[in-house]
């Protein structure tokens, strides 16, 4: 590692200690040339395999480019998706595998997504399911339904009859987080 003051290459180890639950090292370390101290953060490299197999380093920079695409024109601001993609690093590390095959990446930010953003859930979900008809859209929206109703409030009482077309075209009121708006 070089010192980020003079550019030496070789430095001392002054003192390591674990952050984050042991999840990174963080090393104190002295320049051999002009003894200047700086900080240095280890932390393994989570893989992640792609369909080919070929495996890249998780990138939570790819995470929000992704995302972007996928918000284009929406009312959503960057750190609202800077903290999504921090979420989906943080779901997938805390799984504690090495190796993370792409397609549990994309699960990974389909969850965070659709708290944030139905409308780019859908978008997401369309390429990364590779949706081929309108009975994938239609399929995903109703079970985008189902799911809100489920944690919508409870002063709807669901009555056996739930299917009703005028409660099915409506999401229920309160659903959406309030920093969203
Ligand atoms: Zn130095």
Not at 11 to 26: M, N, P, Q, T, Y
Request: proline content about 7%; some cysteine; charged content about 35%.
């Amino acid at each position: 590692m070089r010192c980020p003051y003079c550019r030496h290459s070789d430095s001392r180890v002054v003192d390591s200690r674990e952050a984050e639950d042991g999840l990174i090292i963080r090393r104190r370390r002295s320049c051999q040339s002009c003894g200047k101290r700086f900080t240095t953060v280890e932390e393994s490299i989570l893989a992640v395999v792609k369909r080919s197999g070929v495996t890249e380093p998780f990138s939570r920079d790819k995470v929000i480019t992704g995302v972007r695409k996928a918000l284009q024109g929406r009312p959503v601001d960057d750190d609202a998706v800077a903290l999504l993609a921090q979420k989906v690093e943080d779901a997938i590390r805390a799984r504690g595998a090495a190796e993370v095959p792409s397609n549990e990446v994309g699960l990974a930010i389909l969850v965070p997504l659709r708290d944030l953003d139905e409308v780019a859930y859908l978008r997401f979900a369309s390429v990364y399911r590779s949706f081929e008809s309108l009975a994938d859209f239609e399929r995903e929206i109703s079970m985008l339904r189902d799911g809100l109703r489920d944690v919508g409030p409870p002063d709807e009482p669901d009555e056996p009859g739930e299917a009703e077309p005028d409660r099915a075209g409506k999401l229920p009121v309160g659903t959406h987080a309030p920093d969203n708006a």
